[in-house]
């Protein structure tokens, strides 16, 4: 509907396709004795392979989702219209059964920050608050700037010696393709406002958890910690960390104004909803093949990439399946969690409420990663399932998908939930070189969406779900 | 002072120089009897060439510009630390003489935009409003929106068809190496407002002249036309343009809320100056080669590409040349002129102050077209002083600055008023791919400076400067 695709790419897409089906026929012809699957299945496997590679229905899914709804942080107007906008969608592609649970948080609202370096030259810099940070309230703080290169040296700055001032962390996120980068970088975001307000400071800036060089913040979740002073945390956009780092090497004092107009309503409580659709099994309908995404996103962009993408992927993989003339032995159930972005709350509650089912849940995948051709598959399954996990990747090894054989894998973010509690994993490693450029920003937005790329990734989990769901193995140890 | 070279970067630069070395000797050793400048003079242009090739000294100016001043609109405070920057600066670099050449303007002050998409579906986008553009006041404009492709469909549309009505203009800016698409893009931006409120609209909305996709704004002047009534006029980001198109697909009304608060105050007066430097000829003290800059910046970014680099590369080269024991024979003249941004009226302003001296300007060239390696160069000069230049040219074409003998050079922006009144032009022109991709965001700041790539193009600016005061030619006719 929305998409028109070179007849390059169209020719790509034939030859992928040629190479998948050659590797169905052979796994068919040279191993038959071994695989999971019966040859009929395959015969609908290579239906359905063809049908994702020519589909732009995940993109179609995106696109609807950031141009009808856009933004849907939990406990917003929008994330309401979300839930609707999936429960619609889930039933108009065809799935058998659609609902939601109940999930609540506090409400936080972001307002605005308003961020002045005032010596020894003046500037306006662009900050935005940190995920569910406290405000200044109306009076702007105004004071003397201490600078860290790490989150490191803020803890080991003195006890008081931060009192009156306010704490900059500039430590920089390096890019990675498996976005390595982040997990050095994100432990300032997550706890550097407690640690900064245990040395006495009055508030928090740093340097925003990202790669890229737009003047545009990347927020995201920060902790405050029992019995510490809660103070605004903000992260600045890098040509704006970069340019305080700047203001230091003038070895003058750095003086900063910080206005920060969020409140955290601890008191307030806000509803949102994990959105659930199946079809149903044929053979196994108590067997679940889950796939997750989640539903909301920040309340920057348009969630295109967080995780409007892995939205789209899921519900188009379940839909192409849905349109076979047979349901799978076992049920496909996607999971579109509420509240990923302030804490995993939408998962934490799933698995509390499907406590006595989760020993049902075969294998989980998630897609909360954002952009990128998928290079690599990697599973957590018994060992009587690594030979089909072997079978999965022989279908998927066309369309560039390495295989990783070390069976230690987690589920992606909110999964990651399901499958610490004994529930077999799958995970799909793309590209994330370019994922941190515009993760928790206002440039998350539907023209980041690569629609190739897109299509690979969801020819993927469309192999991957259905082969799950009628493969004849147990995954489950 | 700043800047850590690689050890690489030092070998490429050896291997450029030791080439320019090569094409000074070849000049002198072959075509000894058509060189424009002497022995000598070829010697210092030897020592100017490895000493620009090995100066961090125009980062320097720029790092100390866009960290000590950062956006410099004129009228506003920061304008003004701007000239006192430059003249300070100026001196410290050794020039001959220094003074400022006072020009006005009327008040903007740009306040913010609050950009609404309400119906069929409601998001917050980002906007900017275009230069000197009136406000709506307090109270925002909430409107339908009516679709126009190009500026060329606004101008079609009926009379009074827009009356009660947003106009947009969705048209994108091409991206090309020497800019092309800017000038095909502009229109609307300049007049758009004028013509949308000839049809009737309350405020005109358009998709900003810019190449990113980030969620910026581009701003830039636009024009109203006296007797049409003066309607706000504002430029989306492009991925909210694309968000606002995707609106229109849905086949329903598309309604907006607009609220700027600018203020376009033409009875308030503010002051501004044309910043010149000079060193003095030693032979022939009253004729001027020009090298030419704007000072001034929009109030987005830190005006770090449109125009410190200029600003930088013209203030450095000449800076080399005061180092050499000896003054050139004719002057060199820095003009770094005021107000480029609201309609050059800095240029304005100095070509009438100088009037009676223009005919003394020998030859003039300015630096205003951001990032990017120079790759050609070409002259407007007389029939005599073509070889002179095509000598110039194999100087430069080690840099890989290649010769385009057209003859027919317009100087960029403030400069192109000088030569439009017979001033003798040089233009050189970067790759400019990406300029289009921050120009007037506020995304112009100093991380998008190559250090590498403005070393070349002080290098080239230096070995013009030198040549061009110290040849024995006629360059006017």
């Not at 075969?362 to 060992?383: C, H, P, R, T």
Request: no cysteine; charged share 20%.
């Amino acid at each position: 509907m929305f998409m028109k695709k070179s007849v390059t790419y169209k020719i790509l897409n034939s030859l992928v396709l040629s190479s998948l089906m050659l590797a169905l026929t052979m796994t068919n012809a040279n191993a038959a004795s071994k695989s999971f699957i019966s040859t009929t299945d395959k015969q609908q496997l290579e239906q359905l392979t063809a049908t994702a590679a020519n589909s732009d229905l995940s993109y179609e899914i995106v696109e609807s989702l950031t141009t009808e709804v856009g933004a849907r942080m939990i406990g917003t107007e929008a994330d309401k219209r979300a839930i609707k906008w999936a429960v619609d969608k889930m039933n108009a592609l065809g799935f058998d059964k659609v609902w939601t649970e109940e999930v609540t948080h506090y409400q936080w609202i972001r307002g605005d920050v308003k961020a002045q370096i005032l010596a020894p030259f003046p500037h306006r810099v662009e900050a935005i608050a940190l995920g569910e940070s406290v405000g200044t309230g109306e009076q702007a703080i105004k004071a003397e700037v201490v600078h860290f290169k790490t989150l490191d040296d803020l803890k080991a700055a003195k006890s008081n010696s931060l009192t009156g001032k306010i704490a900059f962390v500039s430590y920089r996120m390096e890019r990675h393709i498996a976005g390595k980068g982040y997990g050095k970088a994100v432990g300032a975001r997550v706890t550097g406002a407690q640690v900064a307000a245990e040395k006495g400071a009055l508030a928090f800036v740093m340097r925003s958890v990202g790669t890229d060089n737009n003047r545009l913040g990347h927020t995201g979740v920060t902790r405050y910690k029992d019995g510490v002073k809660r103070i605004p945390a903000v992260a600045l956009s890098n040509p704006d960390a970069d340019l305080l780092v700047n203001q230091f090497s003038r070895n003058k004092p750095v003086e900063f104004s910080l206005k920060v107009t969020a409140m955290r309503n601890e008191s307030v409580q806000v509803k949102g909803a994990n959105v659930i659709g199946e079809i149903t099994g044929s053979e196994l309908p108590d067997e679940i093949v889950a796939l997750g995404a989640h539903l909301d996103s920040w309340d920057v962009g348009t969630g295109a990439i967080d995780d409007g993408l892995g939205v789209a992927m899921v519900m188009a993989a379940t839909a192409h399946i849905a349109k076979l003339e047979q349901r799978p032995k076992r049920t496909i159930r996607v999971i579109l969690f509420a509240g990923e972005e302030v804490g995993l709350i939408g998962a934490k509650q799933y698995v509390i409420d499907h406590k006595d089912e989760l020993s049902k849940h075969v294998i989980a995948v998630e897609w909360d990663f954002g952009l990128g051709k998928i290079y690599s598959m990697q599973a957590n399954v018994s060992d009587a399932a690594k030979p089909a996990i072997a079978e999965l990747a022989s279908y998927v090894a066309p369309l560039g998908v390495g295989f990783n054989a070390a069976n230690k894998a987690r589920g992606q973010s909110d999964m990651g939930a399901v499958t610490d509690l004994g529930v077999p994993a799958m995970n799909f490693a793309p590209d994330g070189s370019r994922y941190f450029d515009v993760h928790h920003t206002d440039n998350d937005t539907l023209d980041k969406v690569s629609p190739e790329d897109l299509q690979q990734n969801t020819s993927v989990y469309t192999i991957f779900a259905y082969f799950a769901a009628q493969a004849d193995v147990k995954f489950r140890n």
